[in-house]
């Protein structure tokens, strides 16, 4: 078993969160009536993809009938409709879409992790549990070879600065604002990119457009080729 295997395992028994843990597994139990016949994941769900990615993508927390149901980040919701397509039309994905932890996806010279591992009402954890997550987060980035972090979101470039600071080096004052395509070279010589989340309230209001995430992508194969 490999050293990210291994933490993975201690990510998947984490109970650290009551309130958490108490959601997640409702959410498990109840089920959504679309999913009724599924046996869901219901426990915190660790990252996935090339473990000799150059390409770190740092999500929010899992969806409550997305990877809390499959088990897999981003696997069976629309946000990862959005952004499986968008990853397989920038050459890090083999298919441009997940409905489950079986269906053949591979992600090449691509990795994804998360600030938060388990499934939080509203879409929302608390920043007391994201601390609690953040040394999973550390130890995971540790063991991947990434030079370009790929924040979804205010909460995934912070989650990403934060750790930087912890594990790199201090980080200029004020830090780095997020922003659809921000860019910031990270201490340790990584390169920290930015883009809205693929969430479904940005992908259907336009916020976020397929031309918009592939711009991101475009910048973000550019850096890893420098």
């Given at each position: 078993?490999?050293?990210?295997?291994?933490?993975?395992?201690?990510?998947?028994?984490?109970?650290?969160?009551?309130?958490?843990?108490?959601?997640?597994?409702?959410?498990?139990?109840?089920?959504?009536?679309?999913?009724?016949?599924?046996?869901?994941?219901?426990?915190?769900?660790?990252?996935?993809?090339?473990?000799?990615?150059?390409?770190?993508?740092?999500?929010?927390?899992?969806?409550?009938?997305?990877?809390?149901?499959?088990?897999?980040?981003?696997?069976?919701?629309?946000?990862?409709?959005?952004?499986?397509?968008?990853?397989?039309?920038?050459?890090?994905?083999?298919?441009?879409?997940?409905?489950?932890?079986?269906?053949?996806?591979?992600?090449?010279d691509a990795f994804i992790v998360a600030a938060g591992r388990c499934a939080p009402p509203d879409n929302k954890p608390l920043p007391e549990e994201l601390a609690r997550c953040a040394p999973f987060l550390d130890r995971e980035m540790a063991l991947l070879p990434g030079r370009v972090l790929l924040a979804l979101g205010a909460i995934g470039w912070n989650a990403a600065l934060a750790s930087a600071a912890r594990t790199g080096g201090p980080l200029p004052t004020p830090r780095p604002a997020f922003g659809h395509g921000a860019e910031f070279r990270l201490p340790d010589g990584r390169w920290l990119v930015g883009s809205y989340h693929v969430s479904q309230q940005n992908t259907q209001t336009g916020r976020l457009t397929p031309a918009m995430f592939d711009a991101v992508m475009k910048r973000v194969r550019a850096l890893l080729e420098t």
């Open positions: 078993m490999t050293k990210l295997e291994q933490l993975h395992q201690e990510m998947v028994a984490c109970r650290a969160c009551p309130r958490l843990v108490e959601w997640r597994e409702e959410v498990a139990r109840v089920k959504r009536r679309a999913y009724r016949d599924w046996d869901y994941w219901g426990k915190p769900v660790p990252g996935f993809g090339d473990p000799k990615a150059r390409l770190i993508i740092v999500g929010l927390a899992p969806a409550a009938h997305g990877a809390n149901r499959t088990g897999r980040m981003f696997t069976g919701d629309r946000s990862g409709d959005f952004l499986f397509a968008g990853l397989h039309r920038a050459g890090f994905a083999n298919q441009s879409h997940s409905e489950r932890r079986d269906d053949g996806l591979k992600l090449t």
